[in-house]
């Protein structure tokens, strides 16, 4: 039977395929290009990177891997909660999901396919990224084989443990949630991947490390294994990236056991998880669907109930929206408003994520404030203001791949009513996308705001670098928005799958292309103005650029978004 | 076949489901009506294993679907009101999928697409992809799918969504003559006069509670419209 559910999976991933090159050769052609720039980008900074840390910082190949495990703790961390997310959509609330229930498979069955499904639904950019990197880092070595062997035995395996590690948890929050509510168990898991990541950045302070391990300089090649806490020996990432260290450095019997711990921590993770799967899944699947139908029916029934509301009371909540005086910007307007607000309210994954991310622009502009930067060197300090500038905007950015990039999409198989009635598309394109612009603006100001606080003397730079905020939290809603247009799906309605899909990934890989040119034009219009000390003028002449890309993708995002909204359905 | 015991179930505050129990036999066609919100689809989802009880039990040809749903479900085939569909497989793959799903072999399978197919007209498209189905088309394919594997107990939600007075009257042949052979039929409709068509017992539920449960001619008589009448009466 998962046999025959694989098979047809197969067929259906080949199908799809080949359909989406078939029908849309141009869209096809622009992703293989995107993926492909993207991928080089990455290889070509990876493998300048790895020259730069190893020759010109010297910081030698045990230190330069020790930064690589924390890098790969932090990709591992991702996926885990990556991997959460798309398969709560994927393995619980889905169509074909509840399809299958109604036939004689295993649950165990249904759940495999389906995280396999989730997976690789998920995957797609970062195996472009994992392959683009490792390729990179053997570039360097010029050592083809640790490319192969460390996809295939280091970080293929490290991938699949931490997507196990977040089907586990789901399931078992899923599968305890009638004892504690499903917002305590999301509260904790939260709080212990937050916890987890944060004590591991601590355990492994880059600073610390660097202190400890150049006092045995110049042998700062050596496997100084010694100075490393004891609880990274449970982190997968941690045994890849010492797969990668021993593999250069030859020492093969040390890759080969290295390779195993990672290979045997997947094996064991993945069967951990059938075997709770095999236990729990069907429960799990009748937990979920039972919050999912209490929400849809107990809780508004219930909650109108206990209000007491009469129907002449809701009705009189929903004239007021109607009456005159709300309709200041057209009757039209206000209703396409308050429909997307209402709809994005009463949808928990979207609020939870929301809540989520700003939460970690709260804490990163905390962090803003609260640190000091006094650092001698015009180039460093300029890379450090670029680098914040690119952080800022790649927060914009995951804001806006994650809610405005649906949002042409989520008009779902209900687009039929915008399309017969008389209303204007412009202006249900305009409620989509200026709205974002707005908010975005909102939060792309205040990160701009903040970003100079660190370097203290350099308080001259608010002004550009709110301008730059601005900017971004223009450009970023409006790029995704165009290929929100392009690769729209009407068919698909679960937003977490839409904002991971092939098209939200293209989306996010321009975004961060513009994103990088942006942090270009940023570093080359304040270097002179930090080498002066603040005392010269800031160097605005590129500022054009910035507002040509704004317009250019403003522009284009209401021709794919129009376009979008007329298509043939 | 089919047999609902005490069943219940509660979202929060709200009963969906209260204390439902009924019984049906082989060879039965049960007709469960009830106005919208009444609970319906949320017993039928029960059934389906697609939702657990609060309290209470589903036992399909004698086994409790919440406790060997697999078991149980290797019974019964059940019929959505909004089916699930692979768009991009022909119909003739979803089909295979499905007896492959129920253990045919290769060429048990064949011969029973063949013949659901045929019956319910869908065989001249069964080679086209389910994406340029019309309703329709959709919904033959779909009950082809469900009289394939010759299922003790058939569970439909709406069986007439979508179909043309032809596919109808299909449709209610195919029923009859399933129920002939010994196959229990529990079906939920707002078509009153298909029921009096072809439902030997009636069950009827309002606000989560059966309030009547008998034969057509317990139920109203003979006469569409005293039906209508009393239908109303009992579910205003």
């Known amino acids: 039977m998962l046999r025959e559910l694989i098979k047809t999976k197969a067929r259906l991933l080949y199908l799809e395929g080949g359909d989406r090159v078939s029908h849309h050769m141009l869209r096809s052609i622009f992703s293989v290009i995107t993926f492909s720039i993207f991928a080089y980008c990455t290889y070509a900074v990876v493998k300048f990177a790895t020259g730069y840390i190893i020759k010109d910082a010297r910081l030698g190949l045990f230190l330069y891997h020790r930064l690589l495990a924390l890098g790969l703790f932090v990709f591992f961390a991702i996926i885990s909660v990556a991997n959460i997310l798309v398969a709560f959509a994927t393995v619980f609330r889905n169509k074909e999901t509840e399809f299958l229930h109604t036939l004689p498979i295993k649950p165990v069955q249904i759940f495999m396919s389906k995280f396999l499904d989730s997976f690789l639904y998920s995957s797609a950019l970062m195996l472009i990224l994992v392959l683009a990197a490792v390729t990179g880092y053997a570039g360097y070595f010029h050592n083809w084989s640790v490319a192969v062997f460390g996809l295939v035995f280091a970080v293929f395996p490290m991938i699949l443990s931490a997507a196990c590690i977040g089907s586990i948890i789901l399931l078992l929050v899923l599968k305890f949630s009638n004892r504690i509510s499903i917002k305590t168990a999301v509260l904790i898991v939260t709080a212990l991947y937050a916890g987890g990541t944060y004590f591991y950045i601590l355990l492994n302070n880059p600073f610390r490390l660097f202190t400890d391990v150049m006092k045995y300089y110049p042998h700062i090649d050596r496997y100084l294994g010694a100075l490393d806490p004891k609880p990274d020996y449970f982190a997968p990432s941690f045994w890849a990236a010492n797969f990668f260290y021993f593999a250069t450095t030859r020492n093969f019997v040390g890759a080969a056991a290295s390779a195993l711990i990672v290979c045997g921590t997947a094996v064991g993770l993945f069967v951990l998880m059938i075997r709770l799967a095999d236990k729990y899944y069907q429960d799990a699947f009748w937990i979920a669907r039972h919050k999912l139908f209490e929400r849809k029916m107990g809780k508004s029934v219930s909650s109108s109930e206990a209000r007491g509301d009469s129907i002449h009371q809701i009705d009189s909540h929903q004239s007021s929206w109607t009456q005159p005086e709300f309709v200041t910007f057209g009757r039209n307007s206000i209703s396409l408003l308050r429909r997307d607000l209402l709809l994005f309210l009463r949808e928990p994954s979207q609020t939870f994520h929301f809540a989520v991310l700003l939460i970690l622009i709260g804490i990163f502009l905390f962090n803003l404030f609260a640190m000091k930067i006094y650092l001698p060197d015009p180039f460093i300090v300029t890379s450090a203001f670029t680098l914040i500038f690119a952080f800022n905007s790649f927060l914009i950015v995951s804001l806006a791949v994650r809610f405005v990039y649906p949002m042409l999409s989520l008009e779902g198989e209900s687009i039929w009513l915008l399309r017969s009635s008389p209303v204007d598309l412009k202006r249900v394109f305009y409620s989509k996308l200026l709205p974002s612009i707005i908010f975005l603006s909102f939060i792309g100001t205040t990160l701009g705001y903040a970003a100079p606080a660190p370097l203290r003397n350099f308080r001259g730079l608010i002004p550009v670098s709110i301008v730059y905020g601005l900017a971004g939290g223009i450009t970023f809603p409006s790029v995704v928005m165009i290929f929100g247009g392009v690769f729209v799906d009407y068919k698909e309605r679960n937003p977490v799958r839409i904002s991971s899909s092939h098209g939200a990934t293209v989306s996010l890989l321009v975004s961060v292309g513009i994103m990088i040119v942006l942090s270009s034009i940023a570093f080359n219009q304040t270097f002179s103005y930090f080498s002066s000390r603040g005392n010269l003028p800031l160097d605005l002449s590129g500022i054009w650029m910035l507002g040509s890309v704004l317009l250019v993708c403003v522009m284009l995002a209401r021709v794919f978004g129009l376009r979008a909204l007329q298509t043939d359905l | ?236």
């Open chain 2, 1 to 236: 076949m089919l047999e609902l015991i005490s069943l219940s179930k509660k979202f929060g505050s709200f009963t969906a489901v209260e204390d439902l129990s009924l019984k049906v036999e082989a060879g039965e066609i049960y007709g469960f009506l009830g106005p919208n919100g009444a609970g319906k689809t949320t017993t039928i989802k029960m059934i389906a294993t697609l939702l657990r009880p609060t309290s209470g039990r589903v036992m399909i040809n004698g086994i409790d679907a919440h406790q060997s749903p697999q078991e149980a479900k290797k019974c019964l085939s059940y019929v959505p009101d909004q089916p699930f569909l692979y768009e991009k497989l022909s119909g003739q793959e979803f089909l295979s999928f499905v007896a492959h799903i129920y253990g045919m072999g290769r060429d048990e399978a064949i011969e029973s697409i063949k013949e659901a197919s045929e019956i319910f007209e869908v065989l001249p498209w069964l080679k086209k992809r389910i994406e340029d189905y019309s309703q329709g088309m959709r919904q033959r394919l779909i009950l082809s799918a469900a009289f394939m594997h010759n299922p003790k107990l058939i569970v439909i939600d709406e069986p007439m969504v979508g179909l043309d007075p032809r596919g109808a009257e299909t449709f209610k042949t195919r029923i009859r003559l399933a129920a002939e052979k010994g196959t229990a039929v529990f079906l939920t409709t707002h078509q009153l006069s298909l029921a009096k068509d072809i439902c030997t017992r009636i069950g009827i539920i309002r606000a989560s509670k059966l309030v009547f449960e008998g034969s057509m001619k317990e139920f109203c008589g003979d006469g569409v419209e005293r039906l209508e009448k009393r239908y109303i009466e009992l579910t205003a």
